[in-house]
């Protein structure tokens, strides 16, 4: 999974923490861009041209309940090495290990669970569902990568789409 937050975002109060692009405080806006950086595994952001993100954290009686989204234009290097810096896999990569396979089948199974589906078409339907209003809808062309160990209640995703790094990630905790 992506890394984990500090503590003072998850203070069990019952109080959501949000952090998004059109923050006005100066530094509600400073600790969100900070938040997104770490979550890309990035230092900080060269630029935030472009940078979409609506960062959500909860914790309470009921636990941690994060959605996290980021969209951020990319060229296809920078992508990579985003990907390649957070360890994540590709579905295809996901479905041939052994010990992870059954797992993610179902938990990017279409509705009624069966998977009749083509992988990718799965993959593409789970993020048009998952995804913010505000990142690029999914297609068969979408480059996809899942955190290790992606489950049900604890998921990490980036797509890349025309040019656009998107992060999705929610943790039921």
Known sequence: MLERVSD???RYDDVERRFCDA???LRQRERGLALVARLLGLPALETTDGLRYDLRYFSGGI???????????????EVDAIVAR???VTPEDAVADAAWREDFEWFVSDEDGEGLLPLRARVVA??????????PRPDERARVWFARSS????WSVV???DGTLCLAAYDQG
């Open 23 to 25: 923050d006005r405080d």
């Open 151 to 154: 489950n049900v209640n604890t």
């Open 86 to 88: 957070l360890g994540l």
């Open 63 to 77: 636990g941690v309940i994060d959605r996290l989204h980021v969209a951020l234009p990319c060229g296809a290097a």
């Open 159 to 161: 797509y890349e789409q």
């Open 8 to 10: 003072s975002l998850h």
């Open 126 to 135: 789970f993020l048009a569902e998952k995804r913010a209003d505000f990142q």
